[in-house]
C-alpha cells in the first residue's frame, strides 16, 4: 500500500500498540510488509516498504538529531533541489532527512517553501513536543488527520485513519452533495468523512497540545513575469524545465511507465522519459486510455498516433478497454468516500495491468491543459484594463489568421465586447458557464432526496466559474486555487497504492508551473498556433506532423464511455436504492428516459446518464456504518 502514519497522543496516555497494530494489519493489503513502524511513548510512527522514496533508509529508526534537537520524521518525501538545498543551509548532507530537519531548525515554520519536489511528511520534535505536518507546493502527496482532545492521527491514506476503533465515520453532507452535483471533490479541506480533513496543498499545519495552526507558505499569484530578451530563450529555459522535470522523477532500477494518448501534454512526457529509460537498457510501457473495435478506422487520432510514437520508440504499448462489465464493476465495488472520485474509470483497468508487468511508477501528462500548455487565446483584457488598446487591437489581429473580408469586423466586435466587459463589476458580467451550471443544478435537485432538497444551492456557481474578464493567467489560478488538479492527484494516489504504483507530474512541477504562471501571454498563443511556446520546446520529442497538428477532440472516447455505462446501468437493479441523499423514483424515472433515448438510438444526454452513474456511487456510501459507529 506504500502509505505511512503518526499518531500521538495528548492526554498523556501511552500508546496502546493493540490499536496501533489494528491499523497495520487492516492496510496491509498488497502483502508488502511494513518496513518499520516504532512507539515512543506518546507518538507511534509507521511507514511501508517503497524502492524508490528517499525515505527507504530509515530501517533503524525515525530518529533524525539536529543541531538544537531530536526529531522524528516520516512520510512521503521526494525532494528535487538536495544540491542547491544543502548550498542555501551551508550543510552538507547526501541524507534527505537530516537536510530537511537542518531547514526546519534554520528557517522554523517556512523551511518548507525552500524544498522543491512532491511531499507529504510529519516532523515531530522530541524536546518540544511540537508536530508539523507539511504537503508540497501543488498537493501531489495528499495527507489527512484525524484530530481531537485525545489524540492526532495524520497519514497519506484515508483507509488507514478510518481503520483506527475511534474514528466515526459519519459521512459529510456538503462532500457527499457537492460530489453528486459535480462528481469531484475540489474542496482542499474536506473529504467524504466530516471528522477528516486534509492538509490543502502549500501549506505547513502546526500541532501543539490538540490546538491547529495552518498557514500557506507559496501564493502563486504573487509570481512575477518573466522577461527575456528573445523568443529563443524563453523556448530554451521551458525545454530545460522540462527536461529536468521529467529526470527528477526517474529513479533507477524499477519498472516506469507513462499515460500516451498522442496528444501534447502526454506524449512529450512520455518520450522524455522513455528515451532515457530505453537508453538504460529497460523496458518502457505505455497507456492509452482508447481502444478502437476491429471496424474503427485503424488512422483514427485518438489512438494512431499513440501507437505511431510508441512503435517508432519501442515502448510496450497497451490501450485500455472499458467494458460494461467493468462499469457495472465502479457502481457496485468502487466507493468514492475511501478510494478516489475523480478520473478513475480507466485507472482502475489501468493499474492491473501496470502491476502485472511490475511498473512501480507511471508519468502524466496531466496538469497541462489548465497551466502551461492553455489552449486558449489571449483576450488581452490585460492590455485594455492598462490602456493600451491599439496594442491589445493589434494583438487580435495577428490572432486571428483568416483572410475573409469580415474579419477586421470580428476582430472589432470581439475588441468591443471585452473592452465594455472590462468596466463592468464581476457580478454583473454574463456568464455562459454559470447558466449552463443553473441548468444542470436543475436536473441534479430531481435526484436529491427530499431531506437534502434545499441543500444544493445557485449562489455559489459564479464565484467557481471563470469570468469573461480572466486572463490567461486568471485562469490558471483559477483552477489552481480551485483544488481541481488536487482533486485528481489524491483520486489517483489512492487507486495506486492498492497496486504497487505510484504517479508524478512533471507539467505540475513546481519550477515548471512557476514559469507557466510568469510567460508573456502571447506565446501562448502566436502566429494562429495555440500552446506556441510549449511545442517549440517539445519540438526534438515529436514529429512536425504530430507537433503541430490541430488535435480534435477525444469524442470517440466521450462516447464509448457514455454508451458503456449506459448499457451497464440497463444490467444494475435501481430498486436497491436506499440512501437518504436519493430520490429513487427520479431516479427511475429518469432512467427510463435514457433507456428509451437509447433503445431509440437518439443521442444521449451525458449529463443524464453521469448525474445516475453518480448517484449510484452515492447509494453505495455506508450509512449503518455511519450511524452505528
Known sequence: MASFYFYRRFDKISVNSGEINDIIIANDVNSNSWHHSEQLEDISTGIENVSYSQLSALKKGFTIRGAKGSYWLVGDIRIDNQKELSKLLNYESENVCDLIVNAYESYGNSFAEHLIGDFGFVLHDLNSKG??????????????????????????????????????????????????????????????YADIYKIPRATVATFNDGVLESETYWHPELIEP???????????????????????????????????????????????????????????????????????????????????IASKEGFVHSEINYSVDEAKKIIEEHDVSRH????????????????????????????????????????????????????????????????????????????????????????LLPCSWSTV???KLKAYNKLVGKKYSDFLQYEDIRKNTPSPNSSIRDRQLFYLNLGYHQDRMESWNILGKMHGVKYVYPLLDKRVVEFALSMPENLFYKQGISRYLYRKAVTPYLP??????????????????????????????????????????????????????????????????????????????????????
Open 131 to 192: 508536530t508539523v505536518v507539511v504537503r508540497d507546493h501543488l498537493g501531489v502527496i495528499p495527507v489527512y488527520y484525524y484530530l481531537c482532545d485525545q489524540f492526532l492521527l495524520v497519514s497519506d491514506s484515508i483507509d488507514i485513519i478510518l481503520s483506527y476503533p475511534s474514528v466515526p465515520h459519519t459521512l459529510n453532507d456538503t462532500v457527499v452533495l457537492n460530489y453528486l452535483k459535480s462528481s469531484t471533490n475540489h474542496n482542499q479541506q474536506e473529504t467524504f
Open 226 to 308: 518573466i522577461k527575456y530578451e528573445t523568443e529563443e530563450e524563453y523556448v530554451s529555459q521551458l525545454a530545460n524545465l522540462l527536461e529536468q522535470a521529467v529526470a527528477d522523477r526517474l529513479p533507477p532500477g524499477i519498472n516506469i511507465g507513462a499515460h500516451l494518448s498522442g496528444g501534447l501534454d502526454s506524449s512529450p512526457v512520455a518520450l522524455m522519459a522513455g528515451r532515457k529509460v530505453i537508453d538504460s537498457g529497460r523496458d518502457f510501457f505505455t497507456y492509452n486510455w482508447c481502444r478502437p473495435e476491429p471496424e474503427d478506422d485503424k488512422f483514427y487520432h485518438e489512438w494512431a498516433d499513440a501507437r505511431k
Open 340 to 427: 478516489g472520485c475523480t478520473m478513475i474509470d480507466y485507472e482502475r483497468i489501468t493499474l492491473p495491468i501496470a502491476q502485472q508487468q511490475g511498473v512501480q511508477l507511471i508519468f502524466s501528462g496531466f496538469g497541462g491543459d489548465e497551466l502551461l500548455t492553455m489552449r486558449s487565446r489571449s483576450n488581452h483584457i490585460d492590455l485594455i484594463k492598462n490602456g493600451r488598446w491599439i496594442q491589445a487591437f493589434k494583438n487580435l489581429i495577428d490572432q486571428d489568421k483568416t483572410n475573409d473580408s469580415l474579419k477586421l469586423l470580428r476582430v472589432a466586435k470581439n475588441f468591443g465586447k471585452t473592452l465594455f466587459y472590462s468596466f463592468l463589476p464581476d457580478k
Open 437 to 439: 451550471k443553473k441548468i
Open 544 to 629: 512536425k506532423e504530430l507537433l503541430y497538428k490541430q488535435k480534435p477532440p477525444e469524442t470517440y472516447r466521450v462516447k464509448h464511455l457514455l454508451n458503456t455505462q449506459m448499457q451497464a446501468l440497463k444490467e444494475i437493479d435501481l430498486d436497491k436504492i436506499n440512501s437518504p441523499y436519493l430520490n429513487k423514483e427520479a431516479i427511475k424515472a429518469e432512467y427510463s428516459n435514457l433507456k428509451i433515448a437509447f433503445e431509440g438510438e437518439v443521442v444521449l444526454k451525458k449529463l443524464s446518464i453521469t448525474n445516475i452513474f453518480n448517484a449510484l456511487h452515492i447509494n453505495k456510501l455506508d450509512l449503518k456504518k455511519t450511524e452505528t459507529t
